[in-house]
């Protein structure tokens, strides 16, 4: 008894004896709880928080002064689209560069219901090749759907179907994802039923998983609805907040809104009602959180096109400039098509739509067109000049822009009112999302904003300078709220022995930097960037370091 006693304090001495990794002094401690920030020092060691207290003079074999400075958790993404990126054999990619920058050190990847399979396979090759980030893997819906139903999926599954489907989603949470996620916007999951959806969620609550979904809806109607095409009555943004509140009630499951928001001028103000049936829904026991990011234009209105694809006889309807191949001519298909004048009433009647889904003519901007004049004016602004409506206006910017591209020039949406973003972000079961994949400045201008900088933007624009959000709270639902609601033990609080993941940010620096024509710019006043104990961001520099772990999901 005594030895033992005897060998305890040994062992304890040489513990002491041994310096920190790191020691972080005289920073505010943001603990991630939302609680207001202390005064405190943070000891590192063996990529663990050792010590969080007075530590000033304790042994360490570095240590970063942090005065004037904010200390926090590591910032976990709830949606991300990070999964193509981290397995990439490029290192540079595989570093995050856009993500880390921000102070994401956590990434929940496979969103929308599209997963790599097996998922042993996506966490064998991380580990393999080594990431920047952290990883927490999801089931995809929509992956599973197409290896059960194969190439017949547009219709709803039969009972043997949606059997073999329970067997790869509790495949899938065997090899420890954290839940399921489901894009119901998308091919194949726009077939799928809700009976379905909870039939499937229904496997991944014994295992403690989410259910987090990309809804059938984002605004009057699902994106790809065409009126002059579509059959009327498709589901609006309230309606697929009910279903997702329907599949959490019947399952018990957490389930989660990805990227909410209400789009299209003639949506705009109904984040109240989402929100309304999102606070009834908790007020009866079911498990509904969102997340969102802080922008009001989306990735969609980034590749914004008027005219329908129908009529210029583009059925891939892709934004990217001669994708159909040098022979494409836009404009003559769409003038040919105008002649009928049948065709010419649905045109009008598809770009009207479309128009107010974008945010309405005066929130349609030009960012890229053969005349140079037009760029950075909108819609509205063009036609007005011209003394034409706004309907012809985008039929001309298809005769005189681009003719290999769809719509003749590039034009981004502002289809998110700003009263909504504010809205939503103002709830306490909001957390924060980039929605973003890893991208290097190479990849172009085609990328969106919140790709570098959504988490920077909302401690600088909604925190510190709106106070939409206390910086508290802002800095609470990038941490400790997407940790608690994905089930992530150990990471997203300043807590002694959990994951050394950590952000020093200046909050007199800190902002975003990014915008829609210069979307690689990074965060400015992100200082240091920890994960696992290991600097991805260094004296505000990136160091391209692959510390990254993939996450076990545990019950
Ligand atoms: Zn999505």
Same mark, same amino acid.
């Given at each position: 008894?005594?030895?033992?006693?005897?060998?305890? &304090? #040994?062992?304890?001495?040489?513990?002491? %004896?041994?310096?920190? /990794?790191?020691? *972080?002094? $005289? +920073?505010? &401690? #943001?603990?991630?709880?939302?609680?207001? %920030?202390?005064?405190? /020092?943070?000891? *590192?060691? $063996? +990529?663990?928080?050792?010590?969080?207290?007075?530590?000033?003079?304790?042994?360490?074999?570095?240590? *970063?002064?942090?005065?004037?400075?904010?200390?926090?958790?590591?910032?976990?993404?709830?949606?991300?689209?990070?999964?193509?990126?981290?397995?990439?054999?490029?290192?540079?990619?595989?570093?995050?560069?856009?993500?880390?920058?921000?102070?994401?050190?956590?990434?929940?990847?496979?969103?929308?219901?599209?997963?790599?399979?097996?998922?042993?396979?996506?966490?064998?090759?991380?580990?393999?090749?080594?990431?920047?980030?952290?990883?927490?893997?999801?089931?995809?819906?929509?992956?599973?759907?197409?290896?059960?139903?194969?190439?017949?999926?547009?219709?709803?599954?039969?009972?043997?179907?949606?059997?073999?489907?329970?067997?790869?989603?509790?495949?899938?949470?065997?090899?420890?994802?954290?839940?399921?996620?489901?894009?119901?916007?998308?091919?194949?999951?726009?077939?799928?039923?809700?009976?379905?959806?909870?039939?499937?969620?229904?496997?991944?609550?014994?295992?403690?998983?989410?259910?987090?979904?990309?809804?059938?809806?984002?605004?009057?109607?699902?994106?790809?609805?065409?009126?002059?095409?579509?059959?009327?009555?498709?589901?609006?943004?309230?309606?697929?907040?009910?279903?997702?509140?329907?599949?959490?009630?019947?399952?018990?499951?957490?389930?989660?809104?990805?990227?909410?928001?209400?789009?299209?001028?003639?949506?705009?103000?109904?984040?109240?009602?989402?929100?309304?049936?999102?606070?009834?829904?908790?007020?009866?026991?079911?498990?509904?959180?969102?997340?969102?990011?802080?922008?009001?234009?989306?990735?969609?209105?980034?590749?914004?096109?008027?005219?329908?694809?129908?009529?210029?006889?583009?059925?891939?309807?892709?934004?990217?400039?001669?994708?159909?191949?040098?022979?494409?001519?836009?404009?003559?298909?769409?003038?040919?098509?105008?002649?009928?004048?049948?065709?010419?009433?649905?045109?009008?009647?598809?770009?009207?739509?479309?128009?107010?889904?974008?945010?309405?003519?005066?929130?349609?901007?030009?960012?890229?067109?053969?005349?140079?004049?037009?760029?950075?004016?909108?819609?509205?602004?063009?036609?007005?000049?011209?003394?034409?409506?706004?309907?012809?206006?985008?039929?001309?910017?298809?005769?005189?822009?681009?003719?290999?591209?769809?719509?003749?020039?590039?034009?981004?949406?502002?289809?998110?009112?700003?009263?909504?973003?504010?809205?939503?972000?103002?709830?306490?079961?909001?957390?924060?999302?980039?929605?973003?994949?890893?991208?290097?400045?190479?990849?172009?201008?085609?990328?969106?904003?919140?790709?570098?900088?959504?988490?920077?933007?909302?401690?600088?624009?909604?925190?510190?300078?709106?106070?939409?959000?206390?910086?508290?709270?802002?800095?609470?639902?990038?941490?400790?709220?997407?940790?608690?609601?994905?089930?992530?033990?150990?990471?997203?609080?300043?807590?002694?022995?959990?994951?050394?993941?950590?952000?020093?940010?200046?909050?007199?620096?800190?902002?975003?930097?990014?915008?829609?024509?210069?979307?690689?710019?990074?965060?400015?006043?992100?200082?240091?960037?920890?994960?696992?104990?290991?600097?991805?961001?260094?004296?505000?520099?990136?160091?391209?370091?692959?510390?990254?772990?993939?996450?076990?999901?545990?019950?």
């Amino acid at each position: 008894m005594r030895r033992i006693a005897a060998l305890l &304090l #040994l062992r304890s001495c040489l513990v002491l %004896a041994q310096p920190y /990794d790191l020691l *972080i002094t $005289g +920073g505010r &401690l #943001l603990d991630g709880t939302g609680n207001p %920030a202390i005064y405190s /020092d943070v000891a *590192i060691q $063996g +990529g663990k928080i050792a010590a969080i207290g007075r530590l000033r003079g304790s042994p360490a074999a570095r240590t *970063i002064d942090a005065k004037g400075k904010y200390v926090c958790p590591g910032f976990i993404d709830m949606h991300s689209h990070a999964d193509g990126g981290l397995g990439s054999e490029d290192r540079r990619r595989r570093a995050a560069p856009n993500l880390v920058s921000q102070g994401i050190t956590t990434v929940c990847v496979n969103p929308d219901g599209a997963s790599p399979w097996p998922l042993s396979k996506q966490r064998a090759n991380y580990e393999r090749l080594a990431i920047g980030p952290n990883a927490a893997l999801l089931v995809g819906h929509g992956t599973v759907r197409r290896l059960v139903m194969k190439d017949d999926y547009k219709r709803p599954a039969t009972p043997a179907e949606i059997a073999k489907m329970r067997e790869l989603v509790r495949q899938g949470m065997q090899e420890k994802a954290f839940g399921m996620s489901a894009g119901l916007e998308y091919v194949p999951g726009i077939w799928s039923t809700t009976d379905e959806l909870i039939d499937l969620v229904r496997e991944i609550v014994p295992y403690g998983g989410v259910y987090t979904v990309h809804q059938r809806s984002e605004s009057t109607d699902p994106r790809w609805y065409q009126p002059s095409v579509d059959k009327p009555g498709q589901p609006t943004m309230l309606d697929a907040v009910e279903e997702t509140i329907r599949i959490g009630a019947e399952t018990g499951a957490t389930v989660i809104w990805s990227h909410a928001k209400a789009m299209g001028a003639n949506y705009w103000g109904s984040s109240k009602a989402a929100i309304r049936l999102i606070d009834r829904a908790r007020a009866r026991g079911i498990d509904i959180w969102t997340d969102q990011y802080p922008y009001n234009s989306t990735g969609g209105d980034g590749s914004t096109v008027l005219i329908p694809a129908w009529a210029i006889g583009d059925n891939a309807f892709s934004s990217a400039r001669g994708k159909a191949g040098a022979k494409a001519d836009y404009a003559s298909a769409l003038r040919r098509t105008m002649e009928d004048s049948g065709k010419a009433d649905k045109v009008r009647t598809d770009i009207t739509h479309e128009m107010a889904r974008r945010g309405g003519p005066e929130n349609i901007v030009v960012f890229d067109h053969p005349d140079h004049g037009f760029i950075g004016k909108s819609l509205d602004t063009l036609a007005t000049a011209r003394g034409i409506t706004p309907v012809q206006m985008a039929l001309e910017l298809q005769y005189e822009g681009y003719r290999d591209r769809p719509g003749g020039a590039r034009l981004r949406g502002f289809s998110v009112w700003e009263d909504d973003v504010d809205a939503i972000m103002a709830q306490p079961w909001n957390a924060t999302s980039t929605d973003a994949a890893i991208a290097l400045p190479e990849d172009g201008p085609d990328t969106h904003a919140r790709y570098s900088t959504a988490h920077p933007r909302k401690l600088r624009r909604y925190g510190l300078d709106r106070g939409v959000i206390s910086i508290e709270n802002a800095v609470r639902s990038s941490t400790s709220l997407p940790a608690q609601i994905m089930g992530i033990r150990d990471r997203g609080l300043l807590r002694e022995g959990l994951a050394a993941d950590l952000v020093i940010f200046d909050p007199a620096t800190v902002r975003d930097k990014a915008t829609f024509s210069e979307p690689h710019q990074y965060a400015e006043g992100i200082d240091f960037v920890l994960v696992n104990g290991k600097f991805v961001v260094e004296s505000g520099k990136l160091t391209g370091a692959l510390p990254g772990v993939v996450l076990t999901h545990s019950r």
